[in-house]
């Protein structure tokens, strides 16, 4: 596979974990054709599935994405829909959101993918609103007691181990024992912790055991999901080594969604690898 002339090449290390992107990194293209369009340095893709442009998975689909992972020599992970509300305080949405992820799930395997990443978000948490502090706080308790009660009913359907739950709008960490406790994996958002203000590489020391997959961005002004840079709020080079201190192999996907970032991240991530000493 022949990458975009404006795409660099990049001479990477063998890093022991397995590098990947998204199948958004041709946003307004399908999940078959940003796969035959990877950029060579990536031999794991992320399938983003929601509705409506990838879901249902059809049958025609699952046998391309097969054929082309076989060829290519390829791993897949797999994202739910980001459109489920399984910590909602509405029973209406909560329910089925549980069926959605059941029948995503149902589907995605037959493309045996290593993981899935799953959000029960909305879990905003408290402070960030006008309401009063006590509103916040009874929200907030609840949504994460629906999220306990909507993981439990998740499994008669999946297997908690291949699911990794990401921290979105919260680090989880009143969910954490939970999580553990059932059986479920998690799923760092380096990026969507420094824009929360928590430290990530702290997160993944105390929780290398259960996490299963990275999402590398950077967070550029107010944004994330934008391209790694070398003096940022990311440590990247301390993050490397806590990896490297851990033996951490799984997927390290960049959450990226334009060639440019992703050529500019894969540059400053191989230049930090290089620096971070164990």
């Known amino acids: 596979m022949v990458p975009p002339p404006y795409f660099l090449e990049v001479i990477l290390h063998n890093y022991p974990f397995q590098l990947g992107c998204t199948s958004l990194t041709h946003p307004n293209l399908g999940l ?3 796969v035959r369009r990877r950029p060579v340095e990536f031999d794991l893709i992320e399938l983003t599935l929601e509705y409506p442009r990838n879901l249902p998975l059809e049958d025609d689909d699952i046998d391309e994405l097969n054929r082309l992972k076989d060829k290519e020599g390829l791993d897949y992970s797999v994202h739910l829909p980001l459109s489920v509300r399984l910590a909602s305080t509405n029973p209406r949405l909560r329910q089925p ?16 993918p290593l993981t899935y990443t799953l959000h029960v978000s909305p879990i905003y948490p408290p402070g960030g609103s006008p309401l009063t502090r006590l509103f916040e706080l009874d929200q907030y308790a609840n949504r994460i007691e629906y999220a306990k009660d909507s993981l439990l009913k998740l499994k008669d359907h999946v297997d908690p181990g291949k699911i990794a739950v990401e921290n979105l709008f919260t680090e989880l960490r009143d969910l954490q ?54 003096d940022s709020d990311l440590d990247l080079v301390g993050l490397f080594e806590v990896i490297k ?34």
């Open 97 to 112: 959101s549980i069926e959605v992820v059941a029948e995503t799930y149902e589907r995605a395997e037959r493309l045996n």
């Open 177 to 230: 024992g939970f999580l553990n406790h059932e059986g479920y994996r998690r799923c760092l958002d380096v990026g969507h912790m420094i824009k929360g203000g928590k430290d990530p590489l702290l997160h993944f020391y105390r929780n290398a055991d259960v996490i299963e997959n990275v999402h590398l961005h950077g967070v550029v002004g107010d944004r994330d999901h934008q391209q790694l840079e070398p």
């Open 245 to 278: 201190e851990v033996g951490y192999e799984g997927p390290i996907v960049l959450e990226q969604f334009t060639l440019d970032h992703l050529d500019r991240s894969l540059s400053v991530i191989e230049d930090a690898w290089g620096k971070a000493v164990v």
């Open 32 to 34: 078959v054709e940003n």
